[in-house]
């Protein structure tokens, strides 16, 4: 299994989303990051079902930058507890995981 991974990411809107990923890709964290606005969220907080239009992140990066990608996204976030959720890449093109090293090695 490649050590690269997909992270994703939600935020209360596009801008924040947008401040988050250009500081993940300038500081090296994230070789890329898709936005994706208008996301539904439906989601279990403060003790009943919620309901919120977010902007998702999807982050392309290595699992070894895990813990200060974290860092990073939490300085910047306004939420108390964001998602911040990891998913191996199981394969893929090859030159293109070698683009994500090579991006991510700051």
């Known amino acids: 299994m490649a050590e690269e991974i997909v992270i994703l990411i939600t935020a209360g809107s596009p801008d924040e989303a947008a401040t988050i990923a250009r500081t993940l890709v300038d500081e090296h964290l994230a070789a890329c990051v898709n936005i994706i606005p208008g996301v539904s969220s439906f989601f279990f907080?403060?003790?009943?079902?919620?309901?919120?239009?977010e902007a998702?992140?999807?982050c392309?990066?290595?699992m070894p930058l895990?813990?200060?990608?974290?860092?990073?996204?939490?300085?910047?976030?306004?939420?108390?507890?964001?998602?911040?959720?990891?998913?191996?890449?199981?394969?893929?093109?090859p030159s293109y995981?070698?683009?994500?090293?090579?991006a991510t090695k700051g």
């Open 66 to 93: 895990m813990d200060a990608f974290i860092a990073r996204v939490r300085t910047l976030h306004t939420y108390t507890v964001p998602e911040i959720i990891a998913l191996p890449v199981a394969a893929g093109l």
């Open 45 to 53: 907080w403060e003790g009943r079902t919620q309901e919120a239009m």
């Open 60 to 62: 392309k990066s290595r």
């Open 56 to 58: 998702l992140m999807i």
């Open 97 to 102: 995981l070698a683009w994500v090293k090579d």
